[in-house]
């Protein structure tokens, strides 16, 4: 079994805020929409695409309105190509202390699809758009569309020279691999999170807060600094005032307890380098 981690300043839970900003190719849409009756095979979802758009034209706003009001950092899994269609939102979220970090450079472009010729393209254009907004060196980590990475995926990213990777499942706490040298695997928990739970599985928006109030409580109880918790919510989904309220909650919740730790996965990665490596 793996030792629990000894959390800096004697906290005992961390939850790591994220938002997914994303943004689709010229003529690709989200694969889920808000309509629940499919198109014909090859019918281009106008309602999806307008749906996805409302994340870069207005949601990021009132989600950084949130952390800001609470006093808490986030990363933002962020679209290279919204590094053209909304730059100045990226500034903001950079200034106000938050993480950039690349998502692909469209949410249609999933790693696991490419050769790896195309993914190292993929994962260059992804670094060079987003890096000529926030600068290359403020980007860190990745984490991929459907967090479906290939087999090239975590060789690709440390020859690039970044931190961490959260295309993984497989346990709790962060960890080392022998092929990646010093590339932290960071895992990524889905329990929190806006598109399974209420997009996919059509739960009200209280579930989520419900379910990070559940888990909170079971980790006070019978883990010490073992497992994160993930809070992720879409700037196109929860980024709608029916859902926005939900992180605001959850924000909340975490600035007042002094027990979490909700570091950046910037933050978490440089961490654990430094004080809990582990190899598999």
């Known amino acids: 079994m793996t030792q629990p981690l000894t959390l800096p300043d004697g906290k005992t839970t961390v939850v790591l805020l994220n938002i997914a900003y994303e943004a689709w190719s010229e003529g690709a849409a989200p694969g889920l929409g808000p309509m629940g009756n499919p198109l014909p095979a090859g ?147 889905m329990d929190v999170n806006d598109l399974p739970v209420y997009m996919k599985h059509g739960q009200q928006p209280r579930r989520l807060l419900e379910t990070f109030a559940d888990t909170l409580a079971w980790t006070e109880r019978h883990e010490q600094g073992v497992a994160h918790l993930d809070v992720t919510v879409h700037a196109h989904v929860f980024g709608r005032p029916y859902g926005a309220w939900v992180f605001d909650e959850i924000c909340a919740e975490v600035a007042r307890r002094p027990e979490i730790w909700a570091p950046t996965r910037r933050e978490y990665a440089e961490w654990f380098r430094t004080n809990g490596k582990q190899t598999r």
């Open 43 to 189: 019918v281009f979802d106008t309602n999806a695409a307008s749906f996805g758009e409302y994340g870069w034209r207005v949601g990021i706003w009132r989600l950084l309105e949130s952390l800001d009001r609470q006093g808490v950092q986030a990363t933002l899994f962020t679209s290279g190509r919204i590094a053209e269609l909304n730059p100045e939102s990226l500034k903001a979220a950079q200034g106000a202390g938050h993480e950039i970090a690349p998502h692909s450079y469209a949410q249609n472009i999933i790693p696991a699809l490419l050769s790896a010729e195309e993914e190292k393209a993929n994962l260059d254009k992804t670094l060079d758009r987003l890096g000529d907004v926030v600068g290359r060196d403020a980007l860190h980590g990745w984490l991929s569309p459907r967090c479906t990475p290939s087999e090239n995926t975590g060789r690709l990213l440390a020859e690039s020279g970044l931190q961490w990777f959260s295309d993984v499942f497989d346990r709790d706490q962060p960890y080392l691999r022998d092929d990646t040298g010093d590339l932290v695997w960071l895992p990524f928990t």
